[in-house]
């Protein structure tokens, strides 16, 4: 088990917006979590980012507890996550935008940022180097030095994976990655999401779009909070209580 | 890294940007011999301090708040010296430097308290903190309380400006390297992200409450030093030179300047202090001066005066262009 999600609640006030969820996901899987709107899918995902915390229950990421941790250990841990409103460095270029995201050794501590050390600039250019990597990945080496407030939608969506992947994530966790974009857009995200995997890192993906979920190995189907099916794709699009969450009872030929 | 200084030096703007620097600060330390006038030095003196006063102030804001409190900040500093100096009767160089510090652990636990708050929820908390230290200030016996503290023991021997002028400027040459030094490390580099979005800087693994911490320390530090040597300079001084109207004047140069670029606070503070100088009669309109200002300012200038030079090459560029579509990007 490698995120294990223990019998999460979440209640804001009056509402219930997470109850009582349990959701694993294996070492190296892409899961993909769905629901219509409001069914809490972007709240599980600040509350096992701790950008808000739970009411009650356990979030277990490689047998360790964070349901506690603040939000920046739970990002050095190596859960990488984007955001679904996709807030940027909009005064950055793309490649400072990554490469801001780089963990930096502990070897070089605030005196060394200030001074400018020899040992942090080594860093820095290694750092360099790995965000050309990066920004090479997900496709965006011809915009490197745009401003990130100038980059169409799609490129920003993307430059929000590339920064998520900069912290050398174990996990990724993605807020609708797909929302908004065309067919070229789609296919070159499904592509590097793909090729993400291939690398060893665990995928947790939120989405509507049936291309993302193709690709998904397990689907989570999330209604008012609580879990109402999981499954393979094809077993998900076949079930009739994820039908009638969907589109409402009784339309169902 | 030689190829980055090669480049450094290759670029015109910052060869112009060093010379300017440079030469100004040889201005600075030669223009006594010019200026004999007390007075003026005077002037040129309390303009030193309240440009690192407003250029610590910038400081704090690119970790994205604004805070409210600094005169407050320059008071604890001041008075952190002067109580020391006049009671335990300490060397006003080393109470200078202690109160530096002490200012700095203040602003750093004041910072770690409004952590939680951001924006205008921050600039009000730190503005009642602000009030709070002047009504303490007020409270105690030993500071005078409204009348104001005097008898503060002097930091030189005699009562010539000349020895105070060179002090203030090395201390205000040091301070502003320091912090240009500061904003331009890769600590700059994670406020201007903090700034931009606190939640994708969580997100990537930046400590914010830590750097917001740090920053809040670092521009209270300069500020207390330069609070404190006020304090020994002009051996009296009451609250009121600390409370809220301070900090708007500190406001005021700093976004009269431009908040948007490092220089922006010293062209403001120069420009609002010394420009009522010259026009000694009118000196009592200095307030409406400052006002129809920052409306020209905001209205035509948003990123302050220091901008002017590159908003007029604009213009006669596209005047010369025959006014085609400006290629000028906004914000």
């Known amino acids: 088990m490698f995120l294990e999600v223990k019998g999460l609640t979440k209640k804001f006030g009056g509402l219930t917006a997470v109850n009582n969820l349990d959701v694993t996901v294996n070492k190296g899987e892409i899961v ?63 490649l400072q935008n990554v490469s801001t995201a780089f963990h930096i050794p502990d070897t070089s501590n605030l005196f060394d940022f200030y001074f400018n050390t020899r040992k942090h600039r080594y860093n820095k250019e290694k750092i360099l180097e790995k965000s050309h990597e990066i920004i090479k990945l997900v496709g965006l080496e011809k915009v490197e030095k745009v401003l990130a407030k100038n980059l169409p939608h799609g490129n920003q969506k993307m430059l929000g994976i590339a920064r998520a992947l900069a912290i050398n994530p174990k996990i990724l966790l993605l807020d609708e990655p797909i929302a908004g974009m065309n067919p070229d857009e789609v296919d070159s995200i499904l592509k590097a999401i793909n090729k993400i995997r291939a690398q060893g ?31 393979t794709p ?12 969907y589109f409402g009872g009784g339309y169902i030929a | 890294m030689t190829a980055d200084n090669h480049k450094f030096l290759a670029d015109k703007g910052s060869i112009l940007k060093v010379c300017l620097t440079a030469s100004l600060i040889i201005f600075l330390f030669l223009l006594p011999l010019f200026v004999g006038s007390p007075y003026y030095l005077h002037i040129l003196l309390l303009t030193f301090i ?40 300490w060397p006003p160089l080393l109470c200078i430097l202690l109160s530096a ?89 994670i406020l201007k992200a903090i700034s931009q979005s606190h939640l994708v800087a969580s997100s990537i693994g930046i400590n914010e409450v830590w750097y917001r911490v740090l920053v809040n320390g670092v521009g209270c530090f300069f500020v207390g030093l330069i609070g404190a040597g006020y304090a020994h300079y002009n051996m009296a001084m009451s609250p009121t030179a600390f409370d809220f109207m301070a900090t708007l004047w500190l406001c005021m140069y700093v976004l ?44 035509f200038m948003p990123k302050g005066l220091v901008s002017l030079p590159n908003l007029l090459k604009d213009y006669f560029l596209k005047r010369k262009e025959g006014g085609g579509i400006s290629n000028v990007s906004g914000s």
């Open chain 1, 201 to 231: 890192v665990t995928v947790l993906v939120i989405e509507h779009n049936m291309l993302m979920m193709n690709i998904c190995d397990r689907v989570v189907v999330m209604s008012f909070g609580q879990k109402i099916a999981e499954g």
């Open chain 2, 256 to 299: 009269i300047g431009g908040i948007t670029s490092f220089a922006g606070p010293i062209i403001g503070t120069f420009i609002l202090f010394l420009l009522p100088e010259f026009v000694r009669g009118l000196q009592i309109y200095a307030p409406y001066f400052s006002a129809f200002l920052l409306f020209i300012v905001i209205f």
């Open chain 2, 50 to 89: 309240y440009t690192v006063a407003s250029i610590s102030l910038r400081t704090i804001t690119i970790s994205g708040q604004f805070p409210l409190a600094h005169a407050a900040f320059m008071g604890i500093g001041a008075y952190f010296s002067a109580l020391a100096a006049k009671f335990w009767g």
């Open chain 1, 32 to 94: 993909g979590l769905i629901g219509p709107n409001g069914a809490g899918k972007t709240t599980t995902f600040n509350l096992i980012t701790s950008v808000v915390l739970p009411t009650k229950g356990k979030i277990l990421f490689n047998n360790e507890d964070i349901t506690y941790c603040k939000s920046h250990s739970i990002a050095r841990k190596g859960v990488g996550r984007t955001f679904q409103l996709n807030p940027l460095f909009g005064d950055f270029d793309v």
């Open chain 2, 101 to 189: 510090f002490a200012t700095m652990f203040i602003g750093m636990l004041v910072g770690y308290l409004f952590s939680r708050l951001r924006t205008l929820y921050y600039a009000i908390g730190s503005l009642f903190f602000g009030i709070g230290v002047i009504y303490i200030i007020y409270a105690f016996p030993c500071t005078g309380g409204y009348t104001g503290m005097m008898g503060i023991p002097r930091l030189f021997q005699s009562a010539d400006k000349l020895p105070y002028y060179y002090f203030f400027l090395i201390v205000a040459v040091f301070s502003i390297a320091a912090l240009y030094r500061f904003e331009h490390s890769h600590i700059g580099t």
């Open chain 1, 234 to 245: 094809q077993e998900i699009r076949d079930n009739e209580e994820v039908q009638t969450a």
